[in-house]
C-alpha cells in the first residue's frame, strides 16, 4: 500500500470524524448514549464511502521458478518384448524418473508410444506398430517454443510413420536410450513383399520380394512362394558380409478366380535366433474381368493424362485414348468418358442411345453446349462466351455413393463459359459451384439416372489441377484418385441401387484397422439417418461369434473390427428396422510386423541424436546419461517475478455494510423521535 493512500486514509478517519462531531454534537443541548451511538454509526458509515472511493489495494511480489521440461518417452511396442526388453525398458524408465537430481532440475514429463503418442506412466507393450514420428509431432505442440531434452527408451525400429530422424526439432536435443541386444546374429528376413491386390485371370501377376541378411560368414538360402502344399515359385540365393541383400522379380500365374492365399518364405541349413520373420503371408485376388473406360477427346488437354492416371489407380480399370472418329464399338466399353463434347460427337451418342453405356461428360471452353441440349436432357446450358473460374462446394446430402470431403473448397477453380445451368428432372449433386464466395446453386459436378442409363457430369475444365492441390495437401494422390475411382465404380455399375451398401476389404493383415463401412437407403433413396445397423462376425473355424454397432458418421455408417486375430471370418450387416441384411467374408492374414526385428536399429537412432545434438546411450550407460542431463547448463531453472494487486475490502460487501449502518441509523433516530 503506498503513502498516498494511507494519507488518504487518514484524511478519511479526520472528515469522517469531522462530519459526525458536527451534525451530533457541535451546538447540541444533550449528549446523550443515543447521539453517541448515532454519531459512531454516521462516523462509519461516512469512513466506509470514502473507503470505497479511495478503494487501497496492497501489492504483493512472489517468486515462481520454473523448471526446463524433461520429456522421457517409453516405446510401448511388442518389438520390446520380441527382443526381450520390456523389463529393462521400465527399469530404466524407474531409474530415470525417481533420480533426485533429475526431478530437482527438471519438470520430468512421462509419455508412452506406439501408434498413438500419449501421458502414461504404465506399460503394458503391446502396441502393434511403431511410429516415432508421433512422438516429434506431439512433443513440438506441447512444449512449444520452448527448449528442452528428451530421453526415448526405444529400440529405434519404426513400422510406421514418416522417418523419424529428421522430424524432431533440431534445437531440442534428443538422447536414445537404446534397448535390445546389438549383438549381430545369423538371420535371414523378408524385408518387403510388394504384390497388387487384384490380377487377372488367365494372367500372370508380378510379386517383387527385398530379402536381408544379417551375419559375418556366407551362407546359402532357398526362396519359396507356396500355395497350401503346392510350390508355384522357387530360387536359389546366396549371401555374404558383402552382400547382405537381394531383390527378386517373380511372376506367377493367376489360373484360379477368387481370392488366393500364398506364403512366401526363406529358409537356410543354419540356425537363426529370429525365424518368424523367414514368413509372410500374401493375398491375391483374381477376377476374371477388367472393365475397359474410354475416354474420347477431339482436343489435347492435361486433364486427359491426369484422369487416365486417377483411374488406373485401380487395376480393374483399363484406359483407352480415341477421337471421336476412331471408336466405332463400344461393346467392350464399361463407361465412356466424352471430354468437350461437339458436333464431332454426334456418331457416338447415337450408337450410344442403342447401346446404354454409362457416360461421364466433362465439359469446358470448347464444349458445344448447344449440341449437348440436342443430346441429353438431364441439364439445359444457356451459356454465354465469357469464361469464369468457378470453385466447388460440397454438398453433405449426396447418397449415391459414400464419399468424403478431400478438401473441395481449397481445390483451384475449373473454368467454364459463364451461362446459366438447370437441372431437369432427378440429378444429384455432389459439388454445386459458386464464383468466388458467391454460390452459384448451379451443378459443378452431378450424376443422374433414367431408365437404368447412369451419367456423370463435370462441368469445368483444368481438373488437373485438382489432382496436384490433393497432393500437396495430403503428400499422397490416394484420396484424389479414390475419389474418381468411386466416380467409375458408380458409372460401371448398371446394376439397381440397393438399399443396403456395404464396403469392405476380401483382406487384412494383422494389425491394420479393419473398417466395415455401410449406407443404408429408404424408399426414396434417401441416406437414413436414422438406421439401426449391426454386424455379427464369425470366426469360421472357432464359431465364435462377435457382434458390434455400426457408428453414424457424415453419410456412412461404420463399424472398428480391430483386435480380432488373424483367420477367416464370415460377417452379416443389418439394418434392425427393416430386417435388410448383407453378408459376406473377409480373411485377417498372419503377420505382426513387430516379429520382424532381431537387432535394435541403432544407426538410425545415432543418426537422430545427431541431427539434435545430442548422443545416443545403450542401456548399461543410464548413469552416464543422467550425468550428461544434470551437467548440461543448457537447461536452467527460470525465475520469475510474480506481481499480484489485491483490493483490501470487498467493495459489495463494504456497500452492504454502509447501507446496514445507514438504516440503523434511521431507524434509531425514528425510535427516539429525532426525526
Request: aromatic share 12%; glycine share 4%; hydrophobic share 40%.
Amino acid at each position: 500500500m503506498t503513502t498516498n493512500t494511507i494519507l488518504l486514509l487518514l484524511l478519511s478517519l479526520v472528515i469522517a470524524g469531522g462530519l459526525s462531531y458536527f451534525q451530533y454534537f457541535y451546538k447540541a443541548k444533550s449528549k446523550s448514549n443515543v447521539m453517541i451511538l448515532l454519531a459512531f454509526l454516521r462516523f462509519l458509515a461516512i469512513f466506509g464511502l470514502l473507503v470505497l472511493l479511495i478503494n487501497p489495494i496492497i501489492s504483493k511480489n512472489s517468486l515462481e521458478i520454473t523448471k526446463t521440461p524433461l520429456a522421457v518417452v517409453v516405446d510401448n511396442s511388442s518389438s520390446i518384448v520380441a527382443l526381450k526388453s520390456d523389463k529393462k525398458a521400465v527399469e530404466l524408465y524407474q531409474k530415470l524418473v525417481s533420480n533426485p537430481a533429475l526431478k530437482e532440475k527438471f519438470d520430468i514429463q512421462t509419455y508412452q508410444f506406439d501408434n498413438d503418442f500419449k501421458t502414461s506412466d504404465q506399460f503394458d507393450f503391446k502396441g502393434n506398430q511403431t511410429n516415432l514420428d508421433e512422438v516429434a509431432k506431439n512433443l513440438k505442440s506441447i512444449n512449444k517454443n520452448l527448449i528442452f531434452p528428451t530421453v526415448i527408451i526405444t529400440d529405434g525400429n519404426q513400422t510406421t510413420g514418416n522417418d523419424y530422424v529428421y522430424r524432431f526439432d533440431p534445437v531440442n536435443k534428443v538422447y536414445p536410450l537404446v534397448v535390445g541386444d546389438t549383438t549381430t546374429f545369423f538371420d535371414l528376413k523378408i524385408n518387403q513383399l510388394n504384390v497388387n491386390k487384384y490380377a487377372f485371370h488367365k494372367n500372370k501377376f508380378p510379386v517383387e520380394v527385398f530379402l536381408q541378411y544379417a551375419g559375418d560368414k556366407t551362407a546359402n538360402a532357398e526362396f519359396t512362394i507356396s500355395q497350401g502344399n503346392t510350390v508355384v515359385a522357387k530360387e536359389k540365393l546366396s549371401f555374404s558380409p558383402s552382400k547382405k541383400t537381394a531383390s527378386l522379380n517373380l511372376l506367377l500365374p493367376a489360373d484360379k478366380v477368387g481370392l488366393q492365399i500364398y506364403k512366401a518364405s526363406i529358409q537356410s541349413s543354419a540356425k537363426e535366433k529370429n525365424s518368424y520373420n523367414n514368413i509372410k503371408n500374401f493375398a491375391v485376388e483374381i477376377i476374371d474381368q477388367k472393365s475397359t473406360i474410354a475416354i474420347v477427346s477431339a482436343i489435347n488437354h492435361p486433364d486427359i493424362a491426369a484422369l487416365k492416371r486417377s483411374i488406373e489407380v485401380n487395376a480393374q480399370r483399363k484406359v483407352i485414348l480415341v477421337k471421336p472418329n476412331q471408336i466405332n464399338d463400344l461393346q467392350d466399353v464399361s463407361v465412356l468418358v466424352l471430354y468437350q463434347p461437339t458436333t464431332a460427337f454426334k456418331a457416338i451418342f447415337d450408337n450410344n442411345k442403342v447401346k446404354g453405356t454409362n457416360t461421364f461428360i466433362i465439359t469446358g471452353n470448347n464444349t458445344d453446349f448447344n449440341f449437348l441440349n440436342q443430346q441429353q436432357n438431364n441439364l439445359v446450358f444457356k451459356m454465354s462466351n465469357q469464361r469464369e473460374d468457378f470453385l466447388s462446394e460440397f454438398q453433405s446430402a449426396f447418397n449415391l455413393f459414400a464419399i468424403d470431403n478431400i478438401g473441395f473448397e481449397n481445390f483451384p477453380p475449373l473454368q467454364n463459359p459463364f451461362g446459366n445451368i438447370t437441372a431437369n428432372g432427378n440429378v444429384s449433386v455432389l459439388l454445386s459451384s459458386k464464383i468466388r464466395n458467391v454460390s452459384t446453386n448451379a451443378p459443378l459436378l452431378a450424376f443422374a439416372e433414367n431408365q437404368g442409363k447412369r451419367t456423370a457430369f463435370l462441368l469445368g475444365e483444368n481438373s488437373w489441377k485438382w489432382r496436384l492441390q490433393s497432393h500437396v495437401d495430403n503428400q499422397s494422390f490416394e484420396k484424389y484418385d479414390v475419389f474418381i475411382d468411386k466416380i467409375i465404380q458408380y458409372l460401371a455399375s448398371s446394376a439397381s441401387k440397393k438399399s443396403l451398401v456395404v464396403t469392405h476389404e476380401s483382406f487384412y493383415n494383422s494389425g491394420e484397422e479393419i473398417i466395415i463401412n455401410a449406407q443404408y437407403f429408404n424408399k426414396n433413396y434417401e441416406f437414413d439417418e436414422k438406421a439401426r445397423l449391426t454386424i455379427s462376425v464369425v470366426n469360421v473355424a472357432t464359431k465364435q461369434t462377435k457382434n458390434y454397432d455400426l457408428l453414424k458418421g457424415s453419410n456412412s455408417f461404420s463399424a472398428n473390427l480391430e483386435g480380432l486375430p488373424a483367420g477367416k471370418y464370415n460377417f452379416t450387416v443389418k439394418e434392425l428396422n427393416s430386417n435388410t441384411s448383407y453378408a459376406s467374408h473377409f480373411e485377417i492374414l498372419d503377420f505382426d510386423i513387430e516379429k520382424q526385428f532381431v537387432n535394435p536399429d541403432v544407426v538410425k537412432l545415432h543418426q537422430l541424436a545427431q541431427q539434435t545434438g545430442g548422443k545416443a546411450f545403450f542401456e548399461d550407460q543410464a548413469d552416464h546419461l543422467i550425468n550428461t542431463l544434470l551437467e548440461n547448463k543448457e537447461y536452467k531453472s527460470i525465475e520469475k517475478n510474480i506481481s499480484s494487486k489485491t483490493p483490501i475490502i470487498d467493495w459489495v460487501w463494504l456497500l452492504i455494510l454502509i447501507v446496514a449502518l445507514l438504516t440503523a441509523e434511521w431507524f434509531i433516530r425514528k425510535y427516539n423521535g429525532l426525526l
